[in-house]
């Protein structure tokens, strides 16, 4: 009888043994699942401005990449989401190899809050640069008209030069600015501030062809423009 009393003991104690490690290898999974998904609220809310960013600029070339890229982004989060949920729950697997799985998981969690983060700061100067370069093609296709009409009536030499030099000018600096813009979407050091450059040499070429066309007998009424996105 001793002897059962003791068998039975060992059975329990082996029994408490699996419960407790059983339960302890899960609460283990659940640590490992929220350390891994811990990036996945910030992502949501990059995605999420992405988009909207990309449905503001669905007319313009330059984001036509950016709609695939953005699916992408999304396509891997999606991906990531249920290989974490799969790992947490899915019995059929060892659990060395599901912890395994979650640390991996959240590395790639990480990187994809990286791409997503990355892809967001673009396309917020983007949409800074855009406004900016908007004012100033607006501003400078007036005073181009301006400029080449009288250009076409005037009998000065000096001024069909120096109208004429301006002019070409005015076309170099606004095609800088709108090759910025679509680097923008790649990159932003470097193009960012070449499109800046841009932008003051513009204003500076405006300005110039307002102070020549002020030089004429019945002189065109001077716009009062903004001053450009990151100005000297």
Same mark, same amino acid.
């Given at each position: 009888m ?5 068998l ?6 082996? !029994?408490?043994l699996v ?5 302890e #290898?899960s609460a283990?999974?659940? +640590?490992?699942? %929220?350390? !891994?998904?811990? %990036?996945r609220?910030?992502?949501q809310? #990059?995605?999420?401005e992405c988009?909207?960013?990309? +449905?503001?600029?669905a007319?313009? =070339?330059p984001?036509e990449? =950016?709609?695939?890229?953005l699916?992408?982004l999304?396509r891997r989060?999606e991906a990531?989401?249920k290989?974490a949920e799969a790992a947490?729950v899915?019995?059929?697997q060892p659990k060395?190899e ?15 809050r990286?791409d997503? *983060? *990355?892809l +967001?700061?673009r396309?917020?100067e ?17 005073l181009? +008209?301006?400029l080449? *009409?009288a250009r076409?009536?005037s009998?000065?030499? %000096?001024?069909?030069?120096?109208a004429? *030099?301006?002019?070409e000018e005015g076309?170099k600096?606004r095609?800088?600015?709108?090759t910025?813009?679509?680097e ?7 193009p960012?501030?070449q499109g800046?450059a @841009?932008?003051n040499e513009?204003?500076?070429v405006m300005?110039r ?7 004429l007998?019945? !002189?065109p =009424?001077r716009?009062? @423009?903004e001053?450009p996105?990151g100005?000297?």
């Open positions: 001793k002897g059962l009393w003791i039975g003991g060992l059975v329990a104690a082996a !029994a408490a419960f407790f490690l059983t339960g #290898s283990d999974l659940d +640590r490992l699942y %929220e350390e !891994a998904v811990r %990036e609220p910030a992502i809310e #990059s995605l999420a988009g909207e960013l990309v +449905r503001w600029f007319d313009r =070339k984001t990449k =950016k709609k695939g890229e699916e992408e999304r989060f990531l989401d290989s947490r899915d019995t059929t060395d599901r912890r395994k799985a979650l640390v991996r998981l959240g590395e790639e969690f990480h990187e994809l990286r997503v *983060d *990355d +967001r700061a396309l917020r983007m949409k800074t640069f855009d406004g900016a370069l908007a004012e100033s093609v607006r501003r400078l296709g007036g181009t +008209r301006q080449a *009409d076409a009536t009998a000065d030499p %000096e001024f069909q030069q120096r004429g *030099d301006l002019l076309r600096f095609q800088m600015a709108e910025s813009l679509k923008l979407s790649i990159r932003i050091v470097g960012r501030e800046r @841009a932008l513009l204003d500076d300005g062809m307002e102070k020549l066309l002020g030089t007998p019945n !002189a =009424k716009e009062t @423009a001053a996105a100005g000297r």
